[in-house]
């Protein structure tokens, strides 16, 4: 493998990532495969931290949809995204990787609280961060999260694991004459009205010269791959 295009990178999992073939929570062999790719993709020196959704477990807007309280129902799903962190965390652990989890919700019997002190001692040590509980407060989604965290960690990168291989004119599961784009502008995923990452989530990566790197999770070792320039992907950038 040549060396990595990224010295320091944010990895974006959505929840469903975590499912499997279930209809809903935590497929331990999907955790699995997950963290082989951030070991092996943290081996190649990149310093990595993952930013996990809640979305396997609970959406707030689901039960908002319903007539019920948002708030509530976000503060349930940035709690969803705290126990995917933490099933990320002992996989992780139950292999040597060094790793710190810190939550923008505090739940302090559980993990630290973020700050960004905190960060960057972890950061610095070498550890693979985890950032849960979103950013901490309701009417966010975890892409907005990983936007945020990546400009704090610093990230050259935001690496958006997908259920295709980058970012399509048009849904390529519905629309046969879908074509993949190698590269973008942020300005071109927010004028194009593009559904790869919300809108707040790309004018913050925009506005801090963050790249998105759209890819593919289900092809394992992809992660590194792309990382290193291989593989297949869409690179978002300024210019
Ligand atoms: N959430 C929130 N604030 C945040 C991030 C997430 O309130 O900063 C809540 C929100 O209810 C959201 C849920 O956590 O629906 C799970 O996150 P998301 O839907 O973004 O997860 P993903 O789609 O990536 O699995």
Request: net charge negative.
């Amino acid at each position: 493998m040549s060396k990595p295009l990224f010295a320091r990178i944010l990895y974006k999992i959505s929840g469903e990532a975590l499912m499997g073939d279930q209809p809903f929570g935590i497929d331990p062999k999907k955790v699995a495969v997950v963290v082989d790719d951030v070991a092996e993709a943290a081996a190649l020196g990149t310093s990595i931290a993952l930013v996990v959704g809640g979305g396997n477990i609970f959406r707030g807007m689901a039960l908002a949809a319903n007539g019920a309280d948002r708030v509530t129902g976000d503060h349930m799903g940035m709690m969803a995204i705290i126990m995917n962190a933490l099933a990320l965390r002992m996989e992780l652990q139950s292999r040597g990787v060094a790793v710190t989890v810190l939550s923008g919700l505090a739940v302090p019997q559980v993990c630290d609280t973020f700050t960004q002190r905190g960060m960057i001692e972890a950061r610095d040590r070498g550890d693979v961060l985890i950032f849960a509980g979103g950013t901490g407060n309701p009417y966010f989604t975890s892409d907005t999260a990983a936007a945020l965290r990546a400009a704090e960690f610093g990230a050259d990168a935001i690496f958006k694991g997908t259920q295709v291989d980058g970012i399509y004119s048009a849904d390529p599961k519905k629309d046969k004459n879908a074509t993949r784009y190698d590269t973008l502008t942020h300005t071109d995923l927010l004028q194009q009205g593009l559904k790869i990452m919300d809108g707040s989530a790309v004018a913050l990566a925009r506005d801090n010269d963050i790249d998105v790197v759209v890819f593919s999770i289900h092809a394992p070792g992809e992660l590194a791959r792309v990382l290193c320039g291989q593989g297949t992907f869409t690179r978002v950038s300024s210019n």
